[in-house]
């Protein structure tokens, strides 16, 4: 059978990722850890529960007033002197953040964790135009250090463990003496980064929440570089997907107690950053101009079909990547996209295309361990069926998901006709399992059989079917 | 006593008995033990032979309208009103949970949410609706237990399980390190990602032999035929077996 192009690099990708006993140890051993601590903050099942619908219907609530609120959304943040740009693509978002850059003159951008800044391939556009883009999230810091892009939404340099971390420090920072000692490691990392915030002439962040009814951004972060970003520089850029709105003030409590659960176990992150205004008449600092870039890249049309909907009530917690087995055993970078994991497969396909991605809808067992742990319940397995079914879909197609019936081929179109009638024939099936009963492990190693049999012995056919066996034990046939 | 498990219904005189293709093609002494163990609770099986496949495959994998063409089939098999007894969690999650969204807009959906409301796995039907008790005349043997995704999460139905292996008094389960992880079987998923399923697998394997257990017991046939797949691979010699089968050879 012939493969899409998606799905001849997912494989190569897998093969490398599963080859690779260092990459999956350590996302055990972090993924292990992750989960235990956000089973124990969430201990109360019941308490959870509810808190867990609560997220997910402030979500919906949101969803189903989205112009309205992005509206108010904008009149607000105007009002408190924030200026709101509008960005249809990537491309016209990294223009929008040039223009700013460029015109106060500035070379050196420092960025705080935001995943739309990786949708927007920032760094590289900034790069190309000349200009630095320094990432002072640890994690990121590290990942950048070593060329790469982030593995996990919310722990961007969780493929690598500590040893892996010394020696690339030792590598590519001048002068660090080598050490595996954390604390000294930490000390190396905030030595170079304290040197990047004086050196900051702007500020690129993300926003986690932005507060419909007030024109407040919020931003979650552990380690103070958020903060750091947004106020040091005298110019902040805060980059949002258009679905991030919420409504009131008193929507974020419990979306923040899910996110920083379900993200790290925390109750609480070590800051929550509130960010209403530019620096006013008479503050000592903050920030003189402050930027809010709306990205809407695809999100507008999944937001326009009422079952592709559910995918934009994500707070990017990372909990279904932590939990998935697929995730847990490959990692981000072999799904070949910014978002990885479950959310990664239900949302990048909508965003990029089926022809781009795909194949990201086929990997998942549909065990749904994501749907188990989602703080905003997101129904993974309705829309990565829905996603397949659209892979095939030529012509018109029920959801009009970018790239449509991609994967379409007569060859595979017809195997699934011929097996829809072979299940709905019983004289057709008799014969078949006489026949498969028969020639039982004589069959060709071929086809499904051929995967399967590459690490498997091959299925134990019977000589005789449970059809057979109730037909000469006399059960009630119904007729 | 509080009955933990009240009965949903009262007790039937008949029931419909969905065998799975699965079981059918591999386990058909698995699918004949489930029979057993209702009949010997003095509940008539009917077993139409026009069943063939809940529909699931096609389901998973993009083709919608055969997954129907398929699931109509058996709407039209199972047609009385009896309840219908599943030896599998993931099959009955199709027939029970997915048939409604499968139909969310077709003409028949009616039909088919009343077929779905009739829908059991085996063992749930034992423990809620039978009140099965057991009594174990086997020997002493240690086992270990993996949940299928579907029975534990969308059937919800390893309480039950587990309530059956528990009456059972010369049985030890000792518990996989990660009962709740996929096996890596994911019906054509197995096919369609053949190296990520594999290693899923493998893993299982390795939590099994660990567990030092002399056999592997679940309610679904489509993970035991990848376990054993894998087991018999590596050569190693731990069976597995459907609960029901398990249940009948050590109370008979
Ligand atoms: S889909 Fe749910 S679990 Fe996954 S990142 Fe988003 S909110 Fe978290």
Redesign the pocket.
Known sequence: MTKTADVLAFERNVTKALDDGQLRRNLRSAMTTLSQRRRALFADVEAFEKLRTQGQSIRRRALSRLPELLEQLEARCTANGIQVHWAETTAEANAICLDIIRRHGAQRVIKGKSMVSEEMHLNHFLEEQGIEALETDLGEYIIQLDGETPSH?IVPAIHKNKDQIAHLFHDRIPDAPYTEVVEELNAIARQELREKFRAGEVGVSGVNFAVAETGTLCLVENEGNGRMCTTAPPVHIALMGLEKVVEKLQDVPPLLRLLTG?ATGQPITTYFNMITAPRRPGELDGPREVHLVILDNGRSSIYGDPERRATLQ????????NHCPIYTRLGGHAYGHVYPG??GSILTPQLEGLDEAGVMASASTFCGA?EE????K?PFTEILRMLRNEAYARGESEHDVKGHGYRYTTVEALSWKSWALYNTSPGLARIGSQILGKLGQHLPMIGPLKEWTRTRIPPPFAPKSLHQLAQERGLDDDR | MNDPFPAPIPRPGKVYYFGTCVIDACFPQAGLAGVELLQREGVQVIFPQAQSCCGQPAHNSGFPDEARRVARHQLKAFARDYPIVVPSGSCAGMLKHQYPHLFAHEPDIEEVQRFSSRIYELSEFMVKVLQVRLEDRGEPIKVTWHSSCHALREMAIIPYAKTLLGQLKQVELVELQNERECCGFGGTFSVKQPAISAAMADDKVNDIVQTGAARVLSTDCGCLLNISGTLGYRQLSIPTQHLAEFILERTQ
Do not use: D
């Open positions: 939404i379900s994500c707070i990017r917690c990372g909990a279904c990547l479950p959310i994501c742990v989602c703080p905003v997101i």
